[in-house]
């Protein structure tokens, strides 16, 4: 593969975060909407957000199975469109059985997205020899705030969702249809795909032992169950709990995700300056840090400090997860990264009904208290972003090569 061959699928790959933030964003932001649309009612909808999350898991597992005969790139080329097609039946529905089904492929379709672009992503970190993997998940934040300022304009206009939708559509799936033309594989450790190409998901480094990577779908969890709750919990706990004004509420969220937005644009040179170990623990004390101060806030502005702290800290966590993924199974990644994405999922279902179950038991001042125990949590395992996968089960480190790009 030459420099510019890498250089292109790494273009290409950001293009395909990027618009995956789009889409996901636009999904999720207008919730109400789509409620509204369907007439689904508040016992129900818990159901339907269920649904997505445990779909995305099954995709990202069938994808494990898929990427055995395929490659990673033609599962990517092919689920996202899928997904952009189901974010317009989405919008384009009347009846209860419209959305399940555009819900439903969304999630499979999603699960498959997710864990092919993050395959790549990482073999692409390998032929660099350097970190890169954080920077795709920067493209994925700026994104993600494309589409949220999109679903805004939508319900500020009082758009329907169709004519949300449909534009936007329009744009990226064709940008998305081209760019899939320069997906690359860097090359990955010594084993064949049995098309013969070179890839991750087989040869050196052994059977996939879920035993050594354990660790880093708690890790994965624990991450996403700190996401989830300033999601869903940010905007209620400022009003709630810290007294702000229902507009000033709406600020936590879209800070966070203009801090994990810049976190992430620095984040690789910080792992290239520091390495991953120090910057997973900088950015687990950080998160921690930002739960504590969200939790003893005497005030909005101090509540936002702590979110703000939680963005900085927080968007580190998951790239680097998927890059350690990457070099202690360097023989079998694809299958690593696969099954460890499912912990994404679990995180999503898991932080929002535990946050919500302890405010109302306890208190929410309390409830930040557990996502941030178990973000430290993550300091027990740091040793395993390590750059020796060898003391950790997975074969060994590919030689290093000169930087390309």
């Given at each position: 593969?030459?420099?510019?061959?890498?250089?292109?699928?790494?273009?290409?790959?950001?293009?395909?975060?990027?618009?995956?933030?789009?889409a996901f964003a636009l999904l999720v932001t207008r919730i109400p909407a789509i409620q509204d649309q369907y007439g689904i009612s508040d016992g129900l909808l818990p159901v339907f957000l269920a649904a997505v999350p445990i779909l995305a898991g099954v995709g990202s597992?069938?994808?494990?199975?898929?990427?055995?005969?395929?490659?990673?790139?033609?599962?990517?080329?092919?689920?996202?469109?899928?997904?952009?097609?189901?974010?317009?039946?989405?919008?384009?529905?009347?009846?209860?059985?419209?959305?399940?089904?555009?819900?439903?492929?969304?999630g499979l379709a999603v699960g498959a997205l997710d864990a092919s672009m993050n395959m790549l992503g990482v073999s692409l970190q390998r032929a660099y020899a350097r970190s890169i993997m954080t920077g795709?998940?920067?493209?994925?934040?700026?994104?993600?705030?494309?589409?949220?300022?999109?679903?805004w304009a939508g319900a500020r206009w009082e758009l329907s969702l169709l004519a949300s939708y449909l534009p936007v559509v329009a744009v990226l799936l064709p940008v998305a249809l081209i760019g899939s033309r320069w997906y690359t594989e860097g090359k990955g450790a010594e084993g064949k795909r049995p098309d013969g190409t070179e890839a991750g998901a087989g040869g050196a480094g052994g059977?996939?032992?879920?035993?050594?990577?354990?660790?880093l779908c708690l890790i994965m969890t624990f991450a996403y169950i700190g996401d989830s709750t300033v999601s869903n919990w940010s905007a209620k706990y400022l009003q709630d709990v810290l007294g702000s004004s229902e507009q000033l509420a709406t600020v936590p969220y879209n800070v966070y995700m203009v801090t994990?937005?810049?976190?992430?644009?620095?984040?690789?040179?910080?792992?290239?300056?520091?390495?991953?170990?120090?910057?997973?623990?900088?950015?687990?004390?950080?998160?921690?840090?930002?739960?504590?101060v969200v939790?003893?806030?005497?005030?909005?502005?101090?509540?936002?400090?702590?979110?703000?702290?939680?963005?900085?800290?927080?968007?580190?966590?998951?790239?680097?997860?998927?890059?350690?993924?990457?070099?202690?199974?360097?023989?079998?990644?694809?299958?690593?990264?696969?099954?460890?994405?499912?912990f994404n999922y679990v995180g999503f279902l898991v932080g929002s009904p535990l946050v919500g179950a302890l405010g109302d038991a306890w208190s929410y001042r309390g409830a930040m208290l557990v996502p941030m125990v178990l973000v430290l949590a993550t300091l027990v395992h740091a040793r395993a972003f390590g750059p020796e996968p060898a003391r950790y089960g997975g074969g060994h480190e590919r030689p290093r090569t000169a930087d390309v790009g």
């Open positions: 593969m030459t420099d510019a061959g890498l250089r292109h699928g790494r273009a290409s790959l950001g293009l395909s975060f990027g618009v995956q933030g789009v597992v069938a994808t494990e199975k898929v990427v055995a005969r395929v490659r990673p790139s033609v599962v990517l080329r092919w689920a996202q469109p899928l997904v952009l097609l189901a974010l317009l039946g989405v919008g384009a529905g009347r009846e209860m059985w419209h959305v399940a089904v555009a819900l439903g492929v969304f795709f998940h920067a493209a994925y934040s700026l994104g993600g705030i494309a589409g949220a300022s999109l679903a059977a996939l032992s879920f035993k050594l990577l354990l660790p994990t937005l810049l976190g992430r644009a620095v984040g690789d040179l910080g792992v290239r300056r520091f390495g991953a170990v120090a910057v997973v623990r900088g950015g687990s004390l950080l998160a921690a840090g930002g739960f504590a939790a003893v806030a005497s005030g909005a502005w101090v509540g936002m400090l702590g979110f703000t702290m939680l963005g900085f800290g927080l968007c580190v966590i998951v790239p680097q997860t998927f890059a350690a993924a990457g070099r202690i199974f360097p023989g079998n990644s694809d299958a690593a990264v696969a099954r460890l994405n499912i």
